[in-house]
């Protein structure tokens, strides 16, 4: 997932909005005593929907991404499939740990018990979970997994380093397996980043010296902050680079813009995700290809999954706590139908989604 709110406006990226009840007792939340009384509230109000079979699902993403625009569908997917009854979506107002504790403790307060988090941070983020928990709360991550153990059922996520070595490989393919490639990495305060650098690092080094890594760029998964980084590196590199993978979305975003005002086919650039403006770079050649991953299936399967821990279902001590999502490359010969290829990665996780739980 790629993370970074500054300066998404809501008709272009989805509705940016916290829970009314989260603001009136965010200033509070952080006190202990103000925390364990909403939680002491949370544990009653939980206890009795749990016995009466009444059930609030929520899903809770650390901020405001283009990332996250297919989980409207999933959610409207999931109420009509799973019977679940309207499913609160909320937004943190800015990507920290405190912020979306507003949120969730928020819902918490107003009865929901049944929720799906990315954590905005792996430790601080467990911390909470492991409150909701005790709280009789019932927890699943998607996105990023906090850190392990953790009280949360499982997390869903793309194997991120795996990705971003993937985009690698793929982009030193293309420049042919030799020459200077920069990679634009996201914004530090996001957990992936640091396993992503990683990965292309990894794909850099299996070249022997063939492939030179010129340069990898942070701090710039803003649409601001990646239209300057992107402007800079060019700058400053200009004619040596052969070959660019952004595991952002914002940077490949910046540079298919970049690419296209000036004309530039030479550089090859592979990004990440499936915005519109990604999409239509690829097909008209400014971008050589992006790893899709799979946000869609993230959501879509944090409800099944909530909705079959309500139904008295519990997660195996032989199934993994970190399921990788998948992810798929698509180019210029499949972008077409892209689409599809992002459905298979869902649909072939939910064929054998129930043999990680123990039944009833």
Known sequence: MNTQGEGFEDRRYGRREVLGAGIAVGAGLFATK???RILTESRTSTTHLAASGSWKYAVVPPVVNPFYLPFPGAIK????KFATGPIAY??????TQDAENIVVDGLAAKGYNLMAIQPADPVAGDATIKRL??????????????AQPSEAVFALATDVENAAYFAAVQTIKIIGGKGNIVHFSGDVSDANTAPRIRGVNKAVAATHGRVKLLETITNDDSPSSATT???????????????IVCTAYNPAAAVAEQLQKANNHTIKCVGIDTATDTIDAIK??????????NPYGMCYLSIYSLKLLSEGYTWKKSSPFFIDSGTAFVDKSNVAHWQSLQAQL???LEASWLNYFNKP
Not at 90 to 95: C, G, L, R, T, V
Not at 229 to 243: L, M, Q
Not at 285 to 291: E, K, N, Q, R, W
């Open 90 to 95: 909320e937004f943190p107002s800015a990507f």
């Open 346 to 348: 869902t649909s072939t």
């Open 284 to 293: 008209t050649g400014f971008l050589a290809g992006t790893v899709i991953q």
């Open 77 to 80: 997917a999931a109420e009509a």
């Open 34 to 36: 103000g925390m364990s």
């Open 229 to 243: 980084a992107v402007a800079d590196v060019f700058a400053a590199h200009g004619i040596a680079i052969n070959g």
């Open 133 to 146: 928990v005790a709280a009789g709360i019932k927890v699943v991550c998607f996105g990023a997994p906090p």
